[in-house]
């Protein structure tokens, strides 16, 4: 049969394709776009390309709905009413630009911090950061502080590499996988295509969630811990394999800390005359170098030094914080939920796997003391951990312990650990300290460094001459002192507050601070509408760039409208973000594949234009003109930050002949765009292992430009710099913490991993709010880009809470039912759905898929706008206030500053039944930009294609 | 009912790995892209911003769980035309619209020939049947056949685009006539079983169960807990290691 149909068996699928990458989430896939006659047709895959190998998820299968969205914005916009009312009038990019530019001169000329400049998902921070140090603004940072700043810091600090973005797990060769607190959080889809390969090869895999979806699903064993205690779950795991003495003493003698010195008195490491840390020698009975290959350090055992100095080596410290019996299986097993049985059996497997499955590789390398070893000893155990981890308020500590369970593992880049991905590892932590001390921050001055960096101490805090902090989301002060991505969720509250002063204006890029990017979000909106008595705004100007019409995009007094990803030059940068993996770095570019039809301009290049007119010494030639008339991409090939180190490393000098450090090639671009859009450098098979202790590795990083020095870098099991914020708060050091701070920062900063409960438990009444409830990412879905795709709402567009099945019985509570969630700070509308595969107690919904009424273009009856629901109002930005101080801390990580979504506690109370069918709150409808198209009845995309 | 199978014995298929599947919605979606500008151009989306935005996919994910309490399983379950060997919705067809492919048993629907009735998607079990009201004529499934043959294409690239964006290796595709193909032998390793088989359809798809979970005691071969050797309560426990020298 052929049913009479003539098929165009080989008709092409376009006429031309680009390689590009995405930007559908965070986790930068290459792709390859099929455009017919101007038009996109199909975005794929692509095969060459490191991170995704060819495949893509539907987020990014869903980008031509993104690209053609009716929500895109059209052309710059200027309020027209008041503030938050969405109403607006249409201005030119001249217009726009010269009235920002007059009231940024102004700003840098008299106090250049009254600029805030936060950036959101930003993949370009290379540049952004360097614009706000060129300006003079300390008061800059991305969306880390509210995503995974626990995970980067807490990496950075330990290992000198972190979670996701600075390592993956070795999928070829791992026996055993432990994964900590991840829905579809990053990256997305090499973790997918890991389990696939893993589990192909019987490997086990366990997922450690309070809810059973996604990779859970797939998981060997599931493990349905209380949101906050995995902490307490790793450290008893320590607790089994130190009891067992089954851990890997020889990787701890020679690749980390464990054998340094700590004095008895400060805390602080014993260290010579030039700075170097001590151990004790057996060989020669007296101190030495630790950092010298010829020692045999003591492990336990204290030593009494010259001056009388007791000290102690670093693993007796851990040994004995670890084996205490309140980290014991049995004594942690009801708060965390799991059985102590579990515990102990994991330990055992994990143990098992490292050891007795050891992986021994006949592949030669020279260590850094220029030892050759004939074989590379693998411990196929590797670990992987995400928001789960890092969105409560423990989070930095309980990351820090999931890295000493590698540690003591062995399991720190072998064959089949987890593995650095190149550019890392760098020294623990890496340079440099952030810029904006009151010294730094002058009027038409750049501040001489980027805001953001790594604290090693009091010393390095960002605080005024009065102790108070110097940035207005108080990163880097006593409230957060190793903010390594700063608070931007606490940037609006502070600014509104005029804590600690004022700021004139807030520009922001790409996050959604009106909604489902800030806590307290009704809040939110009415400090950014808040005015004072004189009938001015609290925060008087803001300044806001988006693709779309978002919710913020209605709270802002200037508009300026960006491109989508597929009409812009971008780099994924060595500087920045890269797309290292473990077999080498890379880096990769964006490229418009379509140009706008509407009037906006990448971002990145009105800001360049901006410094420009600014006149910043970074932006400007010494006659005064523009340095990158070619805007973002002129930027992206030309710009050094040091010499021959520019934003892209691939293709460097005159010829495109150099990787790394080279002249800049004017070329540049083309050569990526040959490549598929990405370069990637391969390591050596001999380099690809222990890099951190890896003479090949560590010499060709550096001819790289990848790290200054070719030495070990040692991971620090116990934090040097923890324990000097700790002697501030002992009232040790010069530089003194306020005695207000004193009890939290001692607490907090911890030199070893502890855990302590989440905060918001701890200050309410948990009888009265005895739900924890988080959120888990779907997996077709990056927050509120996802839940406005055509494609995407039609998966999912109204969220329910999910309640353990037996916990809704127990409340008198079934499927469908409309509930109030309350927590201490406000309450949510929302339907629930019960479930098995749910910690019994907690709840949880799916992020960001509820929407303000009138927002992105989607019709005021949308399901996002009426039935779905944003937790993000039940969450508040601020602890209670404890102990009569009448001081608010932010409801963060007391070390980093990280938001503390996950900590939220809430009880559920059924909705009186006139209540039930619509959520609450429920904001008037925004007023929608002008000149955005009609929402179709009907998409018939595609038909086009059909000729 | 009428033979359909292909003189050829050829029947491409797609074999779905439940095993892996994370319930990702990639193939869905990439099979959205792609075939809305494919040879069934368009997959209408009605109300696309709206309240009930209601769209034509060939391809659909079911998540459900299945069994009670924290052994219970969370199941994905993607779902597409499973290519019948013995097709009800071919045979119910009043216009021959609805027709078995005899090179490779790919069922396909002329939309030229299809009136719409909706025959074929009563008929069909599976509910793998889309209906456009737009045009007013029933689509499905391809297999990609505009895709799977299309030599302005790499020959790697050449199978369903359900098959080539996922992310976690769940799809497979191959002809699952030939007990030699690597499909086949895949349905044979993995105990691949296909979808109501006491209907009489003879689907083509098969799905493959999940592996065994090594959730139990034993089954890495580790024993159920570490054996002590040190006593927390000691004294000094870290002692245990006091002479254990090694070098860097």
């Not at chain 1, 009235?99 to 911090?113: G, N, Q």
């Not at chain 1, 979806?213 to 779950?233: C, K, M, N, R, S």
């Not at chain 2, 079990?125 to 297999?143: I, N, Q, S, W």
């Amino acid at each position: 049969m052929d049913g009479g149909e003539r098929i165009d068996l080989s008709r092409p699928i376009g006429d031309t394709v680009k390689a590009t990458t995405c930007y559908m989430c965070a986790c930068r896939c290459g792709i390859k776009v099929h455009l017919h006659q101007g038009r996109i047709r199909y975005i794929e895959g692509n095969k060459d390309h490191p991170v995704n190998k060819g495949v893509l998820c539907a987020k990014g299968s869903a980008g031509i709905m993104n690209h053609y969205s009716p929500a895109r914005l059209r052309k710059p916009l200027k309020r027209a009413g008041e503030r938050g009312s969405g109403a607006f009038v249409e201005i030119e990019w001249e217009e726009a630009l010269t009235t920002l530019a007059a009231r940024l001169a102004h700003i840098r000329a008299t106090d250049p911090k009254k600029l805030a400049f936060f950036t959101g998902r930003d993949q370009s921070q290379s540049l952004t950061g360097w614009w706000a140090n060129q300006f003079g603004t300390p008061n800059f940072a991305a969306h880390g502080g509210f995503c995974s700043v626990n995970m980067a810091a807490a990496g950075l600090y330990t290992i000198g590499g972190s979670f996701w973005e600075f390592g993956e797990p070795d999928w070829e060769h791992a026996e055993y996988f432990l994964m900590f607190g991840v829905a579809e959080d990053h990256d997305s889809n090499p973790i997918k295509a890991g389990i696939a390969k893993l589990k192909a090869r019987g490997a086990k895999f366990v997922s450690v969630n309070p809810v059973k979806t996604g990779y859970q699903a797939v998981a060997d064993e599931w493990i349905g811990i209380a949101p906050g205690t995995d902490g307490l779950f790793v450290m008893a795991l320590i607790h089994e394999l130190l009891k067992a003495d089954r851990i890997d003493l020889d990787f701890l003698v020679k690749y980390t800390n464990a054998p340094w010195l700590v004095r008895r008195d400060d805390g602080l490491f014993v260290r010579d005359a030039a700075g170097n840390p001590l151990c004790w020698d057996t060989r020669t009975g007296n101190t030495a170098s630790a950092l010298s290959p010829d020692v045999a350090p003591k492990l336990v055992g204290e030593t009494t030094l010259l001056d009388g100095t007791r000290a102690v080596p670093v693993f007796e410290l851990m040994a004995a914080r670890y084996l205490s019996p309140e980290y014991a299986a049995e004594k942690v097993a009801d708060a965390c939920g799991v059985p102590a049985a579990t515990i102990k059996r994991i330990a055992a497997e994990l143990a098992h796997a490292a050891f007795d499955k050891q992986i021994v590789l006949d592949q030669p390398w020279t260590d850094w003391a220029g030892r050759r070893h004939a074989q590379t000893i693998g411990r196929p155990v590797a670990m992987h951990a995400m928001r789960g981890i890092s969105a409560h308020s423990n989070g930095f500590q309980t990351c820090r312990a999931i890295h000493i369970l590698q540690i003591l593992l062995g399991a720190i880049d072998t064959p089949g650990s987890w593995r650095y991905k190149s550019p890392f590892p760098r020294p623990c932590p890496p340079g440099p300290k952030p810029t904006g001390k009151p010294e730094q921050v002058a009027p038409d001055k750049p501040m001489g460094g980027m805001p953001l960096g790594f604290t090693l101490g009091p010393e390095d805090l960002l605080l005024d001459r009065d102790g108070k902090p110097m940035r207005i989301d108080k990163a880097y002060s006593w409230e957060a002192p190793i903010a390594a991505h700063g608070l931007m969720h606490m940037v609006i509250a502070n600014a509104w507050a005029g804590d600690p002063y004022e700021i004139d204006t807030l520009f922001m890029y790409m996050a959604n601070m009106a909604w489902n990017s800030s806590m307290n979000t009704s809040g939110t909106m009415r400090m950014l509408t808040d005015k004072k008595p004189d009938g001015t705004y609290k925060i008087p100007f803001v300044v806001y760039s988006d693709a779309f019409a978002s919710e913020m995009v209605a709270y802002a007094d200037l508009v300026l409208p960006d491109t989508t990803y597929l009409e812009r030059w971008d780099c994924i940068s060595l500087l920045d973000r890269p797309i290292g993996s473990m077999e080498g770095p890379g880096d990769a570019i964006r490229q418009p594949v379509v140009e706008p039809d509407r009037d906006v301009r990448p971002f990145q290049t009105v800001l360049i234009d901006l410094g420009a007119r600014l006149k910043l010494p970074g932006f400007t030639n010494p006659d005064g003109t523009p340095k990158f008339p070619g805007g973002y991409a002129d930027y992206i090939v030309n710009h050094e930050r040091k010499p021959g180190v520019g934003p892209l490393a691939g293709f460097r000098g005159r010829d495109g002949s150099k990787s790394g450090v080279g002249e800049p090639n004017p070329k540049q671009l083309e050569r990526y765009i040959e490549n598929g859009a990405f370069w990637r450098h391969h390591l050596e098979p001999e380099q690809m292992h222990y890099k951190h202790a890896n003479k090949g590795y560590l010499e060709a990083a550096v001819k790289l430009g990848l790290i200054d020095k070719p030495d070990q870098i040692v991971m620090q099991i116990y934090s040097e710099p923890l324990q000097k914020f700790r002697n501030a708060a002992r009232g040790l050091g010069a530089v003194p913490c306020p005695p207000e701070h004193r009890a939290r920062i001692e607490h907090a900063c911890d030199p070893l991993p502890f855990w302590y409960p989440p905060f918001e438990g701890e200050m309410v009444d948990t009888n009265e709010f005895p739900l924890h409830a988080i959120t888990q990412r779907p997996m077709p879905m990056y927050h509120s880009w996802g839940s406005q795709n055509a494609w995407l709402r039609q998966i999912l567009n109204d969220n329910r809470l999910y309640v353990n099945r037996a916990t809704a019985e127990k409340q008198g509570l079934a499927d469908g039912d409309w509930v109030w969630i309350v927590s201490h700070h406000g309450r949510v509308k929302g339907r629930i759905k019960t479930m098995e595969g749910v910690n019994p107690h907690t709840v949880w919904t799916w992020n960001a898929i509820g929407k303000r009424k009138g927002a992105w273009n989607l019709a005021e009856d949308a399901h996002e706008a009426t039935r779905g629901f944003l937790l993000n109002h039940a969450i508040a930005e601020l602890l209670p206030e404890k102990g009569g101080l009448g001081h608010r801390y932010s409801n963060s990580d007391p070390v980093t500053g990280q938001a503390a979504w996950f900590d939220l506690r809430v009880r559920l109370e059924k909705c009186d039944p006139v209540e039930a069918g619509e959520t609450a709150p429920l904001h008037p409808a925004l007023q929608a930009p002008p000149n955005l198209p009609p929402r179709p009845e009907i998409s018939r995309f595609g038909a086009e294609f059909k000729r | 009912m009428t033979a359909y199978t292909p003189p050829t014995g050829k029947q491409l298929g797609l074999v779905i790995d439940l095993d892996t599947c994370v319930g990702c919605h990639a193939c869905a979606v990439n099979c959205k892209e792609w075939n809305t500008g494919g040879h069934s151009a368009p997959l209408p989306d009605r109300d696309p911003y709206g309240a009930d935005p209601t769209g034509v996919w060939f391809n659909r994910i079911h998540t459900f769980e299945a069994g009670e309490g924290a052994t219970s399983r969370t199941v994905h379950f993607p779902k597409s035309c499973l290519h019948c060997a013995e097709p009800l919705c071919v045979e119910v067809c009043p216009t021959g619209a609805s027709y078995k492919r005899v090179e490779d048993g790919i069922v396909l629907v002329n939309a030229d020939t299809c009136i719409g009735c909706k025959l074929c998607s009563w008929a069909c079990p599976y509910g793998a049947r889309e209906f456009d009201d737009d045009d007013g004529v029933m689509k499905k499934c391809t297999l990609c056949v505009d895709k799977i043959y299309n030599e302005t294409l790499p020959e790697a690239d050449r199978v369903p685009a359900c098959v080539s964006t996922c992310p976690a290796s769940a799809r497979h595709f191959g002809d699952l006539g030939d007990p030699d193909s690597a499909v086949s032998k895949l349905v044979a390793d993995r105990g691949g079983y296909e979808l109501m088989p006491e209907l009489g359809y003879k689907p083509t798809n098969r799905y493959l169960p999940p592996r065994e979970s090594k959730a139990k005691a034993g089954c890495t071969g580790a024993p159920a807990a570490l054996e002590t050797r040190i006593d927390p309560d000691a004294l000094h426990p870290v002692l245990r290691w006091v002479d254990r020298i090694l070098s860097r």
